[in-house]
């Protein structure tokens, strides 16, 4: 049940070539060990406890990379001085102008209304856009995530976030401050979750279908709002669009991963961008804390909804300690981690402290109680296992599974779920695209049949997991040939139209910056075939000039080379040559290789006869280059001179000349 030390080490040498100060912050900010453990101390901790430990390092690595990068200046722009007030998205008043004495929530409502004031006269959603895209740019975190583009012109590229276009920072604005206002509310209220109209509170985020535009359009707009990198990881682990990449479910129910800030708040930030599209980046007040963690926080305070969260926690743990682990068909006993008392305190006094700490890194149990804040349904969609970056399996991955809002009434929440997935140690929303079919059907297993887990079900739960599932969300079962299969329905008419109208705000914006940005590549591709093409026109002359070289340099070198040559001719014999006598033909001094030629005197042939010899020898290159240069002969000309003188220079040169 431990984890093999070596193995964890080689994990934690990845993550060590990291920015300056990346391993003081990590000593400090770190929750799970404040100072760095010798191999002894990581002996001691038990396999859950390295396994946390490392996606949390993980966690804290992406973090730390995000705080540790260049800051891009900024230059602010728009009207000095707060932002102007807007007018509220729902009917209910501002929080000003609510009285002070905690009000009464209506109990026969669906909807929550607060009480007090004056709500102002109904606007239908395209004036309420076109106010806000007029009103003065936010300050603050509203502000830093805006593209920061002068007023009247249209930005040059398109940035990543429905938000950060001019149009529709205002409404963004508007949007996190009216969750804010329901923060407030249900913590002074006490009522069970936020208090927010159920066209907000059961919006579902969409991504535009744009079928039928331009080639490359599409995905041009998809880039600016998708994570494809996680999402091709997720679906080769056939855990998302498994059924559609086989043919059991028609396009129209394929999911997207939408790309999500890496700040440690990843699951808040993952929850609302599937709800409206949007980063959980407004403040709570001074509490320093986002909307939604404080939401989720404050069910950690509350006596009884902690004491409820704490006893599904305790129960799970005692699930999660003990697993089979994969043993490739051998028999293997399940491996259980014995916790103590006092250490289930400690555990849950963290988890409480983690609630309440921005962008620390979240268990779980933060997502069942970020259900329960929404009285909404979580769908987490992850790999079994969890690998390391050499692909050996670590730990089943607890985060997978299904989170309801047991502690709420099933008529009081939302029966669309929201679907998130799980990739290293990162929380992203998973959402469909805008389409013709009314429905979109999810899958609640992963490709190999496995069911996803019911997570902090207590035992009578358990025993009847879908009957209680359909209290909470809506579900069917289908029938694929592999056998049955429980799906989750999400319905695209939930899409909150305020959020539509921003997403086509987006999407008006991006057909403008698409054809400059095709444009501004078309014109760096034209650079580049230019420049392409004068580096092709520099290299072919320097390669011409090298070849002259090579060549001049080359036939240099050939005027130097002897060259083997073959004649005939006839010499006579000296006085005293007898028949079978060896004797020899001198060349001409220097002129020739070898210097002289030997031969036997042939049968019959005595001093003074003439006989005739056939002998191979080398010209001299210097000789052949003389006899070139004096009568502007070829080399192959000038070498079958020297032949017939025996490599004389002289004698070929008269023979030229027709002097000798």
Same mark, same amino acid.
């Given at each position: 049940?431990?984890?093999?030390?070596?193995?964890?080490?080689?994990?934690?040498?990845?993550?060590?070539?990291?920015?300056?100060?990346?391993?003081?912050?990590?000593?400090?900010?770190?929750?799970?060990?404040?100072?760095?453990?010798?191999?002894?101390?990581?002996?001691?901790?038990?396999?859950?406890?390295?396994?946390?430990?490392?996606?949390?390092?993980?966690?804290?690595?992406?973090?730390?990379?995000?705080?540790? #990068?260049?800051?891009?200046?900024?230059?602010?722009?728009?009207?000095?001085?707060?932002?102007?007030?807007?007018?509220?998205?729902?009917?209910?008043?501002?929080?000003?102008?609510?009285?002070?004495?905690?009000?009464?929530?209506?109990?026969?409502?669906?909807?929550?209304?607060?009480?007090?004031?004056?709500?102002?006269?109904?606007?239908?959603?395209?004036?309420?856009?076109? @106010?806000?895209?007029?009103?003065?740019?936010?300050?603050?975190?509203?502000?830093?995530?805006?593209?920061?583009?002068?007023?009247?012109?249209?930005? !040059?590229?398109?940035?990543?976030?429905?938000?950060?276009?001019? !149009?529709?920072?205002?409404?963004?604005?508007?949007?996190?401050?009216?969750?804010?206002?329901?923060?407030?509310?249900?913590?002074? #209220?006490?009522?069970?979750?936020?208090?927010?109209?159920?066209?907000?509170?059961?919006?579902?985020?969409?991504?535009?279908?744009?079928?039928?535009?331009?080639?490359?359009?599409?995905?041009?707009?998809?880039? @600016?709002?998708?994570?494809?990198?996680?999402?091709?990881?997720?679906?080769?682990?056939?855990?998302?669009?498994?059924?559609?990449?086989?043919?059991?479910?028609?396009?129209?129910? +394929?999911?997207?991963?939408?790309?999500?800030?890496?700040?440690?708040?990843?699951?808040?930030?993952?929850?609302?961008?599937?709800?409206?599209?949007?980063?959980?980046?407004?403040?709570?007040?001074?509490?320093?804390?986002?909307?939604?963690?404080?939401?989720?926080?404050?069910?950690?305070?509350?006596?009884?909804?902690?004491?409820?969260?704490?006893?599904?926690?305790?129960?799970?743990? !005692?699930?999660?300690?003990?697993?089979?682990?994969?043993?490739?068909?051998?028999?293997?006993?399940?491996?259980?981690?014995?916790?103590?008392?006092?250490?289930?305190?400690?555990?849950?006094?963290?988890?409480?402290?983690?609630?309440?700490?921005?962008?620390?890194?979240?268990?779980?149990?933060?997502?069942?109680?970020?259900?329960?804040?929404?009285?909404?349904?979580? /769908?987490?969609?992850?790999?079994?296992?969890?690998?390391?970056?050499?692909?050996?399996?670590?730990?089943?991955?607890?985060?997978?599974?299904?989170?309801?809002?047991?502690?709420?009434?099933?008529?009081?929440?939302?029966?669309?779920?929201?679907?998130?997935?799980? &990739?290293?140690?990162?929380?992203?929303?998973? /959402?469909?695209?805008?389409?013709?079919?009314?429905?979109?059907?999810?899958?609640?297993?992963?490709?190999?049949?496995?069911?996803?887990?019911?997570?902090? #079900?207590?035992?009578?739960?358990?025993?009847?997991?879908?009957?209680?599932?359909?209290?909470?969300?809506?579900?069917?079962?289908?029938?694929?040939?592999?056998?049955?299969?429980?799906?989750?329905?999400?319905? +695209?008419?939930?899409?909150?139209?305020?959020?539509?109208?921003?997403?086509?705000?987006?999407?008006?914006?991006?057909?403008?910056?698409?054809?400059?940005?095709?444009?501004?590549?078309?014109?760096? @591709?034209?650079?580049?075939?230019?420049?392409?093409?004068?580096?092709?026109?520099?290299?072919?002359?320097?390669?011409?000039?090298?070849?002259?070289?090579?060549?001049?340099?080359?036939?240099?070198?050939?005027?130097?080379?002897?060259?083997?040559?073959?004649?005939?001719?006839?010499?006579?014999?000296?006085?005293?040559?007898?028949?079978?006598?060896?004797?020899?033909?001198?060349?001409?001094?220097?002129?020739?290789?070898?210097?002289?030629?030997?031969?036997?005197?042939?049968?019959?042939?005595?001093?003074?006869?003439?006989?005739?010899?056939?002998? &191979?020898?080398?010209? @001299?290159?210097?000789?052949?280059?003389?006899?070139?240069?004096?009568?502007?002969?070829?080399?192959?000309?000038?070498?079958?001179?020297?032949?017939?003188?025996?490599?004389? /220079?002289?004698?070929?040169?008269?023979?030229?000349?027709?002097?000798?």
């Amino acid at each position: 049940s431990r984890l093999d030390i070596d193995r964890f080490k080689l994990f934690l040498f990845y993550l060590r070539p990291r920015p300056p100060g990346f391993s003081r912050e990590l000593h400090r900010e770190t929750s799970t060990m404040h100072r760095f453990l010798s191999e002894e101390e990581l002996g001691d901790l038990t396999h859950q406890q390295l396994v946390t430990l490392a996606l949390e390092l993980q966690a804290r690595v992406v973090e730390l990379e995000g705080v540790n #990068a260049p800051k891009r200046k900024r230059t602010p722009q728009g009207a000095s001085g707060p932002p102007r007030r807007l007018a509220p998205l729902t009917d209910q008043p501002s929080a000003s102008a609510r009285p002070k004495a905690a009000p009464e929530m209506p109990g026969t409502s669906a909807s929550v209304h607060m009480p007090g004031g004056e709500s102002e006269p109904a606007r239908s959603h395209s004036e309420e856009l076109a @106010k806000r895209a007029t009103a003065p740019r936010p300050t603050g975190l509203d502000a830093e995530e805006a593209d920061h583009t002068p007023r009247g012109s249209r930005p !040059a590229k398109l940035v990543r976030g429905i938000s950060r276009i001019p !149009a529709n920072v205002a409404a963004a604005s508007q949007l996190r401050a009216e969750l804010v206002q329901a923060v407030g509310y249900s913590q002074t #209220a006490g009522t069970p979750g936020l208090a927010l109209q159920p066209a907000l509170s059961h919006s579902t985020f969409f991504l535009p279908s744009l079928e039928g535009e331009r080639p490359g359009f599409r995905e041009y707009i998809h880039s @600016k709002l998708t994570a494809p990198h996680y999402q091709q990881a997720l679906e080769e682990d056939e855990v998302l669009n498994w059924a559609v990449r086989r043919s059991l479910l028609t396009a129209e129910h +394929r999911l997207f991963v939408l790309w999500t800030l890496s700040d440690g708040n990843c699951l808040l930030h993952a929850t609302l961008l599937a709800m409206w599209g949007l980063h959980d980046t407004h403040m709570v007040g001074a509490s320093g804390l986002s909307s939604i963690r404080s939401a989720m926080s404050q069910l950690f305070v509350d006596p009884i909804k902690s004491l409820a969260l704490h006893n599904r926690w305790e129960r799970q743990m !005692a699930r999660d300690s003990a697993w089979l682990p994969d043993t490739k068909g051998k028999e293997s006993p399940p491996a259980k981690v014995e916790v103590t008392e006092s250490q289930m305190e400690r555990d849950w006094a963290e988890m409480v402290e983690i609630a309440g700490r921005q962008n620390a890194f979240l268990d779980s149990v933060h997502v069942l109680a970020v259900a329960h804040a929404l009285c909404r349904p979580l /769908v987490v969609v992850a790999p079994a296992m969890q690998t390391d970056h050499f692909g050996v399996p670590l730990t089943p991955l607890f985060f997978r599974g299904i989170y309801l809002p047991f502690e709420c009434p099933p008529e009081l929440c939302c029966q669309q779920p929201l679907i998130l997935c799980f &990739k290293d140690a990162h929380f992203m929303p998973v /959402v469909p695209v805008r389409g013709a079919a009314t429905q979109v059907r999810v899958p609640l297993a992963d490709g190999t049949g496995e069911e996803l887990p019911l997570r902090f #079900a207590t035992d009578d739960e358990m025993s009847q997991k879908w009957e209680v599932v359909a209290r909470y969300m809506d579900v069917e079962r289908v029938n694929f040939p592999s056998g049955e299969c429980q799906v989750a329905i999400v319905h +695209r008419s939930t899409a909150h139209p305020l959020v539509e109208e921003m997403l086509d705000q987006f999407v008006e914006v991006g057909s403008t910056t698409f054809d400059a940005e095709r444009e501004e590549e078309t014109e760096a @591709k034209r650079r580049l075939e230019q420049e392409a093409a004068a580096r092709h026109v520099k290299e072919k002359e320097e390669r011409k000039k090298k070849a002259a070289t090579e060549l001049q340099q080359g036939s240099s070198d050939s005027m130097d080379e002897d060259v083997l040559v073959s004649d005939r001719f006839d010499v006579k014999l000296a006085e005293s040559a007898r028949p079978g006598d060896k004797m020899s033909f001198i060349f001409p001094k220097g002129c020739t290789v070898p210097a002289k030629t030997e031969f036997q005197v042939p049968p019959g042939c005595f001093g003074g006869t003439m006989v005739t010899l056939t002998s &191979k020898f080398k010209i @001299k290159g210097s000789s052949i280059q003389q006899v070139c240069e004096v009568t502007s002969q070829s080399r192959e000309d000038a070498t079958k001179l020297l032949a017939k003188a025996h490599g004389d /220079v002289n004698v070929a040169v008269e023979k030229y000349f027709g002097l000798g």
